[in-house]
């Protein structure tokens, strides 16, 4: 069964800088497009930030290129989400999500994941102005 434990999500400040991780088992990690997705009251979910296959290539909102990064350790099976400069439009439920199709990657920014087969059970963040 393909598992995803997700956390680092909390509370800071505006400025403040967080790490997500999301750890998978049961699952050829190697073989999936990954993805964070997040999504706050009221508001539909929407993708922030993707990574392919290959490895060799990641896609960001425009909302947060520029302070949030996706990286991965093969070996740890997980993929990481660097946010910096946090603020307060930030605040979301955030998720992990992967998928096995060769240009899932392409549909983050702007989807909102429901093409996903494999998800993170989620971690708040909450940015104070």
């Known amino acids: 069964q393909v598992q995803a434990v997700t956390s680092g999500g909390g509370s800071v400040q505006t400025g403040g800088s967080l790490r997500l991780s999301c750890t998978a088992s049961?699952?050829?990690?190697?073989?999936?497009?990954l993805a964070w997705f997040r999504q706050a009251p009221g508001k539909e979910r929407e993708g922030v930030a993707s990574?392919?296959?290959?490895?060799?290539?990641?896609d960001y909102a425009d909302s947060v290129k520029g302070r949030f990064t996706i990286s991965q350790d093969s070996a740890k099976k997980t993929v990481y989400l660097e946010m910096n400069g946090l603020k307060p439009e930030d605040t979301a439920m955030y998720y992990c999500a992967a998928d096995r199709a060769r240009y899932r990657c392409l549909t983050v920014v702007g989807g909102n994941g429901n093409n996903f087969d494999y998800w993170g059970q989620g971690t708040q963040v909450t940015v104070a102005s």
């Open positions: 049961g699952v050829p990690f190697d073989a999936y497009a």
């Open positions: 990574m392919n296959i290959d490895r060799d290539y990641t």
